[in-house]
């Protein structure tokens, strides 16, 4: 069966997945659940489910609404409390969504939240505010470890898997990418089709695991010039990878 994915627009910057056949589908982080039954209405669409990837209320704001309305089952990380979970979920647990034909695995990538998840299928994965084109999530609850470990476990999926993330951040994740990595051609280049993309008003995301291995600096923490970047913005003569990371982490919150 077909799928088509289509990021509705909330807030500012939020997007919302929607992942639809003919007739069913299943969204992803409902902030408003205004655009939302927009398209659904507009598609003819029945909601089957909803997917959660943590609690913050720009990514569930919408859930109680729709499930009113669809008495939809709604998927969600098991170590966050979100009332409207009725499936909570762990690492390596499994969703399948009949009606779409789809089955998705569960990873646990906290750092952002305490008990974040990532939905991966068909080489596609939606991970809310965990990674970013061209950056991640704030440490709002997780540590510098737990993010790192996040990330790395996403660096482990297929070069080719798409990265779908929750928010319009790639024009000033990228700008912040060159402070901190320069020399870098390929993320040179990437800022600048970006910037004409934007410019468009045409979305950055998804992107794909292998532009973000190249460019993004939080998956690059391990790399010469990211070590000297966070080198000269230590009192220390040699860093650990968690170390890097949370010197590029602060110089970002700083940026």
């Given at each position: 069966?077909?799928?088509?994915?289509?990021?509705?627009?909330?807030?500012?910057?939020?997007?919302?997945?929607?992942?639809?056949?003919?007739?069913?589908?299943?969204?992803?982080?409902?902030?408003d659940?205004?655009?939302?039954?927009?398209?659904?209405?507009?598609?003819?669409?029945?909601?089957?489910?909803?997917?959660?990837?943590?609690?913050?209320?720009d990514?569930?704001?919408?859930?109680?609404?729709?499930?009113?309305?669809?008495?939809?089952?709604?998927?969600?990380?098991?170590?966050?409390n979100?009332?409207?979970?009725?499936?909570?979920?762990?690492?390596?647990?499994?969703?399948?969504?009949?009606?779409?034909?789809?089955?998705?695995?569960?990873?646990?990538?906290?750092?952002?939240?305490?008990?974040?998840?990532?939905?991966?299928?068909?080489?596609?994965?939606?991970?809310?505010?965990?990674?970013?084109?061209?950056?991640?999530?704030?440490?709002?609850?997780?540590?510098?470890?737990?993010?790192?470990?996040?990330?790395?476990?996403?660096?482990?999926?297929?070069?080719?898997?798409?990265?779908?993330?929750?928010?319009?951040?790639?024009?000033?994740?990228?700008?912040?990418?060159?402070?901190?990595?320069?020399?870098?051609?390929?993320?040179?280049?990437?800022?600048k089709?970006?910037?004409?993309?934007?410019?468009?008003?045409?979305?950055?995301?998804?992107?794909?695991?292998?532009?973000?291995?190249?460019?993004?600096?939080?998956?690059?923490?391990?790399?010469?010039?990211?070590?000297?970047?966070?080198?000269?913005?230590?009192?220390?003569?040699?860093?650990?990878?968690?170390?890097v990371?949370?010197?590029?982490?602060?110089?970002?919150?700083?940026?």
């Amino acid at each position: 069966m077909a799928i088509t994915i289509q990021a509705i627009q909330g807030f500012t910057d939020n997007y919302f997945w929607l992942l639809a056949s003919k007739t069913h589908a299943v969204i992803v982080d409902p902030g408003d659940a205004t655009p939302i039954l927009e398209v659904l209405n507009s598609k003819n669409l029945t909601l089957s489910a909803i997917l959660l990837t943590h609690h913050h209320r720009d990514h569930i704001g919408g859930v109680a609404e729709l499930k009113q309305k669809f008495n939809c089952p709604v998927y969600g990380p098991a170590q966050e409390n979100i009332h409207e979970v009725d499936h909570p979920l762990h690492q390596d647990d499994e969703v399948t969504i009949e009606s779409l034909h789809t089955k998705f695995k569960i990873f646990d990538i906290p750092g952002h939240t305490k008990g974040h998840i990532g939905y991966f299928s068909q080489n596609r994965l939606f991970c809310g505010d965990t990674l970013f084109a061209g950056g991640c999530g704030r440490l709002f609850e997780g540590t510098p470890q737990q993010m790192l470990q996040s990330l790395e476990k996403i660096a482990g999926l297929p070069l080719s898997t798409q990265i779908y993330c929750a928010h319009e951040y790639t024009l000033s994740n990228l700008r912040f990418a060159l402070s901190v990595e320069p020399n870098n051609l390929t993320l040179q280049e990437r800022f600048k089709q970006t910037e004409q993309l934007r410019m468009k008003g045409i979305a950055t995301v998804p992107s794909t695991l292998t532009i973000e291995l190249e460019t993004n600096p939080f998956l690059r923490c391990g790399q010469k010039a990211l070590i000297q970047t966070a080198l000269a913005h230590s009192q220390q003569s040699e860093l650990s990878k968690t170390e890097v990371f949370s010197i590029i982490r602060a110089l970002k919150d700083k940026f």
